[in-house]
């Protein structure tokens, strides 16, 4: 055929599979560690997590974090310890999603979410205070109005600590070091490097089974045992 | 003899038929367009394993009104350096002979309004073919002007090459039209169909070759892939446009389209016999359209597949391809056809017509080739010279190409 064999393959995709996904309908999985708008975590008890250490702001490449810390009130204390995050903002116009924050926060309070969808109309929205960062009393992100959330998307929200065995300590593997999480509890560690051998290597999201994940079942340090994906 | 609408002397009823008709053709070249332009863009991206647009209607079908009404809406820009004039003109100098075009194809048979019989088309001038030629020779002033008048580097290249270009397939597309019209003895569209019906297409009464011919020239003419080197986005940003917005960039992308319908619609008439088709006695009047347009939309699929399918022509590739083989070779075959016939109405004997034909055919190739030769061998001795600067910079071996 020589020219004219293009001319049969182009004809011969017409009946082929389509490679497109039908985005706004339908969704790919997103990846377990995805980096997301954040979430401000809670203990189980109901207190913040955050100590207003302004760690994160520190570290923030786009300076895109103002946090002022001030003293817990004695009569009615937001958090554990002496200080809490009194004004905590993001601006999401600036914030690159890089996670630094979240490796920095030395209590876990700063998490992301998986969420990326959220288009604001105006500069105002942009900025996150700290009362629409903070998870609501089922321990759940707060949905604003432009921000796309599908159900059980609001679960996933602290993957990233959870990623790594503490210290890099393989003799840590797959024992939770982490506080628990105003309902959710202790969540589960991800399995260890060992368990992957063989195994599917990177479990999507969607695929992540609600019982604890790891090999031999570790049992938790504190807190509500045994309570995994609950809320 | 032309349209049997005018056999009586002309009143307002007539006058009232033929702007029916003007409204009719405009209203279905507006509406093609939109369909054009969804159906190229949905089977392009089927080619692709892509599913296309699908938000706007059944299908995606209303994507192209959207389109519209948002250029519609768009600011109007109007560059510092542009000839006002000129720069409002152009656009129009495009649209318009592509909506000219149209009024000379015969979509149907006749048909009868208010006692008057006439022509499924809206003119039948005993000039048809040559007003096709003049109408797609006049597009060219359009991308010329709009390239000049922006005042831009980009859309100037665009517009200088399709200026080129379309001067260069000009001649091989007049050639294999000549043929058409040489087959029919008449210069009317209405009578080139007349004289195919019913199966006596020129596409193979004439062998082949100038509907191949046509067919390429009038890609080239559109400058539709492979031959969009006009407005080659990788090069040219967006060529001859690229400094419009708004409803004159729109116009420039309705007269393209257009075009396309255009040029389809002549290759029916010329090489695929219009309307003619199966007779069915059901519906006499309707079938004739149905004809027209299926072969219409397979030639639009043609070309959309030309589209999905071919890469870019080089620029000298482009020429090569038609000066040194397009106009030769339709210049002979216009050649051999009109031998043929003249044989034919003489009684000579036809294969030795042929046989003839076809030595001087080789001669004229030999000696073309060996003219090609001296050039080509002329270039390279000046190339090699190094006396000569200027020519050692074209050679290659310096940095910098080209003067």
């Known amino acids: ?231 | 003899m032309g349209d049997p609408l005018y056999a009586n002397g002309v009143d307002l009823a007539v006058v009232l038929i033929v702007a029916l008709k003007a409204l009719v053709t405009f209203v279905f070249l507006l509406v093609s367009v939109l369909l054009m332009v969804w159906f190229e863009r949905k089977v392009i991206s089927d080619m692709q394993s892509r599913i296309g647009p699908d938000r706007a209607g059944p299908w995606g079908i209303l994507q192209t009104l959207a389109d519209g009404t948002k250029l519609f809406f768009k600011e109007d820009l109007l560059p510092e350096q542009a000839d006002r004039k000129i720069f409002h003109l152009a656009p129009y100098l495009s649209a318009i002979p592509a909506f000219a075009a149209f009024a000379v194809i015969p979509i149907g048979g006749t048909i009868s309004i208010a006692g008057h019989t006439t022509y499924l088309q809206l003119a039948d001038p005993p000039v048809g073919v040559l007003f096709l030629l003049a109408m797609s020779s006049i597009a060219v002033y359009g991308v010329m002007l709009a390239g000049w008048s922006s005042g831009s580097k980009y859309p100037l290249l665009g517009s200088v090459r399709a200026s080129a270009q379309m001067v260069s397939y000009e001649a091989a597309m007049g050639l294999s039209v000549a043929a058409a019209v040489l087959a029919a003895a008449s210069l009317s569209t209405h009578d080139i169909v007349g004289a195919q019906s019913t199966w006596n297409w020129n596409l193979w009464a004439l062998g082949g070759v100038p509907f191949v011919i046509y067919l390429i020239a009038a890609t080239a003419e559109t400058n539709r892939p492979p031959f969009d080197l006009v407005e080659a986005e990788q090069e040219l940003v967006g060529g001859f446009h690229t400094e419009y917005a708004g409803i004159r960039f729109a116009l420039f992308f309705l007269a393209e389209f257009m075009n396309t319908i255009t040029v389809s619609a002549v290759a029916v008439t010329l090489f695929f016999g219009g309307p003619s088709g199966p007779h069915i006695s059901f519906l006499p009047t309707l079938w004739p359209i149905v004809w027209f347009f299926s072969k219409l939309v397979c030639f639009l699929f043609v070309y959309v597949w030309f589209r999905a399918t071919l890469p870019r022509f080089r620029y000298d590739q482009l020429m090569d391809l038609g000066w040194k083989k397009l106009i030769p070779l339709s210049l002979f075959w216009l050649l051999l056809i009109a031998a043929l016939r003249i044989g034919r109405d003489r009684g000579w004997n036809q294969p030795v017509v042929v046989l003839i034909s076809l030595g001087v055919g080789i001669v004229a190739y030999a000696t073309l080739n060996a003219a090609l030769r001296v050039g080509q061998r002329l270039t390279d001795d000046e190339a090699a010279d190094p006396d000569v600067d200027s020519h050692q910079v074209a050679s290659g071996s310096a940095p910098k190409a080209g003067v």
């Open chain 1, 1 to 231: 055929m020589g020219y004219l064999d293009g001319f049969k393959v182009t004809f011969k995709q017409m009946f082929g599979p389509r490679v497109t996904n039908r985005y706004p309908d339908v969704k790919r999985p997103k990846p377990l560690r995805f980096h997301g708008r954040h979430v401000l975590n809670r203990y189980e008890d109901g207190m913040e997590k955050c100590i207003g250490c302004e760690l994160c702001a520190g570290v923030c490449p786009a300076r895109c974090i103002y946090v002022r810390g001030a003293d817990n009130p004695p009569d009615a204390p937001v958090s554990p310890g002496e200080r809490y995050g009194f004004v905590y903002e993001i601006n999401y116009l600036r914030c690159i999603h890089c996670d630094l924050c979240v490796e920095a926060c030395p209590t876990e309070a700063i998490t992301e979410s998986k969420l990326f969808e959220f288009s604001f109309t105006n500069r105002d929205d942009a900025i996150y205070t700290r009362t629409e960062l903070l998870v609501d009393d089922e321990g759940m992100p707060r949905k604003l109005p432009w921000e796309d959330w599908r159900p059980g998307d609001e679960k996933h929200t602290s993957a990233w600590v959870r990623a790594t065995s503490p210290s890099g300590a393989a003799s840590y593997e797959g024992k939770p070091a982490w506080s628990g999480e105003l309902g959710f509890g202790v969540r589960p560690p991800e399995k260890g490097q060992s368990d992957f051998e063989g195994a599917p290597a990177e479990p999507s999201i969607n695929e992540i089974s609600p019982q604890p994940a790891g090999g031999e079942p570790v049992p938790p340090t504190g807190g509500q045992s045994g309570t995994v994906a609950g809320g």
